[in-house]
């Protein structure tokens, strides 16, 4: 089955700091990309979607220079997280589809502790 | 606005029991529903998908009913495990692309 990585799977920052999460499809080529936040016993939230080679489209609410995403190839998207601030502790997870398909396959995720 | 509303929150059932999990939609412009299961600090993985073209998809333990006219589907886990403990989510897209997840639901299977 198609697998999809994140790294690093925990990271623990202070505020004020920016970190990089990275979103890698392992043996497909994902020309979308996906990513999502989950607070501790709630449902995935979409932040935004991106296309390979495009500029990502946010939701609503969702602040684009705070969580800056590259999606620069067909294999890799990265979120970076900037100036860090508690209120940003989550866990981050990406998802990535294969042009043509229907299937979203999901990283494991990422857990952001901002202190 | 919860495009997509799913019950229970938590639901108890003893091993070899039937769980069930019920999702319901308003916009009839959907045409994807994935069910997802997730263990604890993991990410969602795939269980079992159905379009609205039809009103069952069974695979293994795993059933899906699709009712378009009420615009509510399920999801029918058979002789429960305690394996199967984990949080599952429905969700629903248009033409996969945003995906609307449900609030998930907590399936604990006691032995």
């Known amino acids: 089955g198609a697998v999809v990585s994140q790294h690093p799977s925990r990271v623990i920052c202070k505020s004020g700091t920016s970190v990089k999460i990275e979103c890698r499809s392992l043996d497909f080529q994902a020309t979308t990309m996906f990513w999502y936040r989950q607070f501790p016993k709630q449902s995935l939230m979409l932040m935004a979607t991106?296309?390979?080679?495009?500029?990502?489209?946010?939701e609503q609410g969702v602040e684009k220079d705070k969580f800056l995403i590259n999606h620069a190839s067909l294999t890799l998207s990265t979120l970076t997280v900037t100036s860090a601030h508690p209120e940003d502790s989550s866990f981050y997870i990406c998802?990535?589809?294969?042009?043509?398909?229907?299937?979203?396959?999901f990283g494991p995720g990422t857990r952001l502790l901002v202190l | 606005q919860q495009q997509v509303k799913q019950s229970p929150q938590s639901l108890i059932v003893q091993k070899g029991g039937i769980s069930i999990i019920n999702c319901a939609y308003e916009?009839?412009?959907?045409?994807?529903f994935p069910w997802y299961q997730q263990f604890p600090g993991k990410g969602p993985a795939l269980l079992i998908a159905i379009r609205p073209d039809v009103s069952e998809k069974k695979e293994g333990r795993f059933t899906i009913s699709f009712n378009k006219s009420a615009k509510q589907f399920s999801l029918h886990i058979m002789d429960s495990q305690p394996g199967d403990s984990a949080t599952y989510f429905c969700?629903?897209?248009?033409?996969?692309?945003?995906?609307?997840f449900g609030s998930g639901t907590k399936l604990n299977v006691k032995p």
């Open positions: 998802s990535a589809r294969e042009a043509g398909q229907e299937t979203q396959y």
């Open positions: 991106s296309n390979e080679g495009s500029k990502a489209t946010y």
């Open positions: 916009n009839t412009a959907f045409d994807y």
């Open positions: 969700a629903a897209a248009v033409n996969f692309n945003k995906f609307y």
